[in-house]
């Protein structure tokens, strides 16, 4: 099962920032948190992952809690080609392990 | 560099029929994994290839899902026979061998059984 919590859904005005909430209180320490989205109809893909430090990419910001328990993925500026369900994963950072997905939460940006 | 690649796109097949897809990973790439995605649901482990070894198949219906990996390359995954609850997207995805490389999603194959 999931080791995560995220709403169901949020919605988003085009070109604001869209702040992804996720929980994650029973994450271990040799845990790292990932950020999948998947658009209508493609493949998962990947956006951003890390331990405890905060982390930023050319698509997106990701800012974990000095506790770690939460996290939270900026998307600094949504545009309508953003809109897909997102995934907060938790996965230890030995061995290769797959992925387990939750439910995500659907975003959609609206212009 | 091309990505993942699977084929078909699309099935549609009577129940107790059997089905086949095919993915091709990146190359290279060393670790293989078969998603099963139900409507609504995230994507759900069915297998993973460790070169052309199973590294974990415990979710697997074994009873009528198989799946190889042949010279360690391409993968195909067989239904036989299908059942209506098959209906699902099949996603195959590669990575490197380290624990934090990432995963690339090829497009998946949506099967409708009837």
């Known amino acids: 099962d999931a080791k995560t919590t995220q709403p169901t859904s949020m919605d988003c005005a085009e070109g604001r920032a869209a702040n992804l909430p996720c929980n994650h209180s029973t994450i271990s320490g040799n845990e790292y948190v990932y950020w999948y989205r998947q658009i209508h109809s493609q493949g998962p893909q990947y956006i951003i992952h890390g331990l405890k430090n905060n982390e930023t990419n050319e698509m997106a910001s990701l800012i974990i809690t000095e506790d770690r328990k939460s996290s939270t993925l900026i998307l600094p500026h949504a545009t309508l080609r953003d809109t897909a369900v997102y995934y907060c994963?938790?996965?230890?950072?030995?061995?290769?392990?797959?992925?387990?997905f939750g439910k995500g939460t659907r975003l959609s940006v609206i212009a | 560099e091309a990505g993942v690649a699977q084929s078909p796109r699309y099935k549609i097949i009577e129940k107790r029929q059997s089905v086949a897809f095919w993915c091709n990973p990146i190359?290279?790439?060393?670790?293989l994994y078969w998603y099963q995605q139900i409507l609504g649901q995230g994507p759900k482990l069915l297998i993973q290839f460790q070169n052309n070894g199973v590294v974990d198949d415990s979710q697997l219906p074994k009873d009528r899902f198989s799946a190889e990996r042949l010279k360690g390359v391409d993968s195909t995954l067989k239904i036989q026979p299908a059942k209506l609850e098959d209906s699902a997207v099949y996603l195959c995805?590669?990575?490197?061998?380290?624990?934090?490389?990432?995963?690339?999603f090829g497009p998946g194959t949506r099967l409708t059984v009837l």
């Open positions: 995805a590669s990575s490197l061998f380290r624990s934090t490389d990432t995963q690339y």
């Open positions: 190359s290279g790439h060393a670790t």
């Open positions: 994963i938790v996965r230890v950072g030995h061995g290769n392990t797959p992925l387990v």
